[in-house]
C-alpha cells in the first residue's frame, strides 16, 4: 500500500461520499431481489420441476448458479 496525501474539493469529496452511499443502497436492494427470487423459485419447485430449467441456467450464467436443496432454492454468487 502506498501512503501519502490527496488534495480534493470539498465538491468532490461529497461526489465520493454520494457515490458510495448509492453503491451501498443499490447492494442492498440488490441483496433483497435476490432473497425475493430465492422465495419465487422455491415456491415454483413446489408446483413444477424446474430442475432442467435451472440447470440449463447454471451452464450459461456467468456470474450466479440458482442451487435446489430439500425443495428450497438459493442463488450463489460466483467466486465468493
Known amino acids: 500500500?502506498?501512503?501519502?496525501?490527496?488534495?480534493?474539493t470539498l465538491e468532490d469529496f461529497q461526489s465520493m461520499v454520494d457515490a458510495k452511499l448509492q453503491a451501498e443502497d443499490r447492494?442492498?436492494?440488490t441483496?433483497?431481489?435476490?432473497?425475493?427470487?430465492q422465495v419465487?423459485?422455491?415456491?415454483l419447485c413446489t408446483r413444477i420441476d424446474i430442475k432442467?430449467?435451472?440447470d440449463q441456467f447454471n451452464e450459461q450464467s456467468r456470474t450466479?448458479?440458482?442451487i435446489i436443496e430439500g425443495g428450497r432454492a438459493?442463488?450463489?454468487?460466483?467466486?465468493?
Do not use: C, W, Y
Open 27 to 29: 447492494i442492498e436492494k
Open 1 to 8: 500500500m502506498v501512503k501519502g496525501t490527496v488534495s480534493i
Open 74 to 80: 438459493k442463488i450463489k454468487i460466483k467466486n465468493e
Open 40 to 43: 419465487f423459485l422455491s415456491f
Open 31 to 37: 441483496n433483497l431481489a435476490s432473497k425475493e427470487l
Open 52 to 54: 432442467p430449467f435451472v
Open 64 to 66: 450466479s448458479n440458482i
